[in-house]
């Protein structure tokens, strides 16, 4: 069946035989324990997965899609999605380490003082990336908003470290091969972060892949004047004292 009206429940290609099985599956799932006794809430999960496996609904679907597709609220929105992650995920961990990979990637940070934030939508890899920080003795605040995770440069370092290593490596490369000494982990990551910070005025800074591929002798260069800057104000420290 393929179905080209943009209202229609059943989106793309699918076949009649899977359209029987989802059907299948619906009716048994309600038929369990017995007819008719699942709370309203089961109801609404089981049919919600539903609306994903026949394509009405993304199974990556953002809150706001959910509140403008199925008319509900935010809160409602990011609890369907919070329970169908974790009924439906059979390796919930995996899962959660390449969607923080993807995240650390591809999505943008801001950069606000000497702070970096992410905004995280999905409230399961929200609670994933608080529980990653806290076991390295880090911690985020969401003070501003509840999607948007701020954490201290270290933090952010120790996500990007351990959940995207590759490219974390290949940005340590970069400004290696621009002249920059790196040895110190934390200390390099703290100076790129004040330099973009001083660079974009508190806008997004673009993922590590796009400041590795666009911005790399712009924060390479940043860095050395923020280290002559610090280097010279210690001089300056010593010579007064």
């Known amino acids: 069946m393929n179905y080209k ?8 290609n699918i076949s009649s035989e899977d359209c029987r099985s989802i ?3 619906l009716l048994r799932a309600y038929m369990t324990p017995a007819f008719g006794v699942l709370p309203k809430h089961e109801i ?21 899609e959910l509140v403008r597709r199925l008319k509900v609220t935010r809160s409602k929105a990011q609890s369907l999605i919070y329970e169908s992650n974790l009924r439906q995920s059979t390796s919930a961990d995996d899962d959660l380490k390449e969607q923080l990979r993807k995240l650390l990637t ?35 605040d969401t003070s501003y908003s509840k999607d948007l995770l701020c954490m201290s440069a270290k933090a952010y370092q120790k996500l990007c470290e351990k959940y995207a290593n590759d490219a974390y490596k290949c940005l340590m490369s970069s400004l290696r091969s621009e002249g920059i000494e790196v040895d110190d982990n934390n200390k390099v990551f703290e100076d790129l972060i004040k330099s973009l910070a001083t660079m974009i005025g508190g806008e997004g800074a673009g993922s590590l892949v796009t400041i ?19 280097k010279n104000e210690r001089v300056k420290r010593k010579t007064n004292s």
């Open 5 to 12: 009206n943009e209202n229609a429940i059943i989106k793309g």
């Open 23 to 25: 059907l299948e599956e």
């Open 106 to 140: 591809e999505d943008s940070l801001l950069i606000y003082n000497d702070k970096v934030a992410i905004e995280v939508e999905n409230p399961l890899l929200r609670d994933y990336i608080r529980q990653c920080l806290r076991e390295v003795n880090c911690i985020t």
């Open 212 to 230: 590795m591929s666009g911005k790399i002798k712009d924060v390479a260069s940043k860095i050395r004047e923020l280290r002559e800057k610090e």
């Open 44 to 64: 609404d999960m089981i049919l919600f997965e539903v609306l994903q496996k026949v394509g009405y609904l993304d199974k990556n679907s953002t809150p706001y």
